[in-house]
């Protein structure tokens, strides 16, 4: 730096953030040695706050507003540098600019699937991706968390830690609202605002705010969803009968069109053995529906349900086990209970199935 630029820096009077980025978080003002004059000028934009360091220490804070530097506004730096009766000569500090606009569009995903539970499915493993937005709340407590004495901080520098932070909490999320994986889709504004919840005291800790948590996509394994896709596909076909006849049907109208085929006789023989075919199979079906239309319906599954003891999820218990649950009071009228299909846990009283089993208990002995 030549003896112009040293001396041009020293006396500029103009302290402001231009910012032309789109990821800047902090920017260090630059000064020849840190000297700065009394009534110098000091701009500060909308979605701006000025912060001046004494030593490695948080001073005066700035919000948006134009000032003339003086021991009057800056009252914590005057009292750190001892200005008690004003001080006029060029001063040292550090002078940082933080952004506090909106970030938005920060991608969180899962790098590896996550195991679940799922009351239809039972262990599956899913995914999740989606974005999130955050802004500083903080200036002080972001400078001495995260950015420390960084000249130029940028959103690359935390967007892993804030990504597994969300990832992390987010599947917590997921997990804990039991939500069947079918629905979750249709769900996803709800579990946003518990994982919004979740993990905005963490973002405070660092000195942000979360401002958004938006879930784009969750997702099966490949292979679960084509076995999904596999038993979507038999209940639209429907009439397993009819669409075989169909698709026999137009394998042979398909031959029919085929110059190399034979010819008339050709294809009048593969007519007649392919309507015997599906004649066949025709049978074949028929023949099962009637052999299953012989048969017993299956047995009724005895319906379980879970039970909240001492604050903490117990079973699931079939009828019996609830009956004893009743005697040894640990099943109550007011006690609340869960079983597959319900939306959220009630009280035992409410469902009308369990009535028989909370009345089963004896009453009390005379003179207790």
Same mark, same amino acid.
């Given at each position: ?138 200036? +002080? ?78 997702? @099966? ?13 038999? +209940? ?12 026999? $049907? ?60 001492? +604050?903490?999820? $117990? +079973? ?14 640990? @099943? ?13 846990? $009630? ?6 199935? @369990? ?14």
């Amino acid at each position: 730096m030549g003896l112009f630029d040293k001396l041009r820096n020293e006396f500029v009077d103009i302290i402001e953030w231009v910012d032309s980025t789109q990821d800047s978080i902090v920017w260090k003002f630059p000064r020849y040695q840190n000297e700065i004059k009394m009534n110098s000028k000091l701009t500060v934009r909308e979605s701006q706050v000025a912060v001046f360091m004494n030593e490695g220490k948080v001073a005066d804070i700035f919000p948006p507003g134009m000032y003339s530097l003086t021991t009057q506004n800056m009252p914590i730096l005057s009292t750190l540098k001892g200005w008690a009766y004003g001080f006029n000569s060029p001063f040292k500090a550090d002078v940082y600019f933080v952004s506090t606009r909106q970030f938005v569009n920060q991608k969180w995903g899962t790098m590896n699937p996550v195991m679940m539970r799922d009351a239809e499915f039972g262990p599956v493993r899913l995914r999740a991706f989606g974005s999130f937005a955050f802004r500083v709340k903080d200036a +002080g407590v972001f400078l001495k968390e995260v950015s420390a004495t960084n000249p130029d901080f940028s959103t690359e520098a935390i967007s892993t830690q804030l990504r597994n932070l969300a990832v992390s909490r987010g599947m917590e999320a997921i997990a804990e609202a039991k939500i069947p994986v079918l629905d979750i889709a249709s769900q996803y504004e709800e579990v946003s605002t518990i994982i919004t919840g979740k993990i905005k005291s963490e973002f405070e800790e660092l000195g942000l705010e979360l401002t958004k948590f938006l879930i784009e996509n969750v997702s @099966l394994p490949p292979e679960v969803e084509a076995a999904l896709d596999k038993r979507s596909s038999i +209940g639209i076909v429907g009439n397993l009968n009819a669409y075989t006849q169909f698709q026999v $049907a137009n394998s042979l109208e398909k031959s029919a069109e085929n110059p190399g085929g034979g010819g008339t006789v050709g294809a009048g023989v593969g007519a007649g053995i392919g309507l015997g075919i599906a004649g066949q199979i025709a049978g074949m079906f028929q023949n099962n529906q009637a052999a299953n239309s012989n048969m017993p319906p299956p047995l009724q599954t005895e319906t379980e349900f879970f039970v909240a003891i001492d +604050g903490k999820q $117990a +079973g699931p218990f079939n009828q019996q086990q609830l009956t004893q649950l009743v005697s040894n009071n640990s @099943l109550q009228a007011q006690t609340l209970v869960w079983k597959k299909g319900m939306n959220g846990w $009630a009280a035992a009283n409410t469902l009308p199935e @369990l009535a028989s089993i909370l009345n089963s208990a004896p009453p009390p002995l005379p003179g207790n």
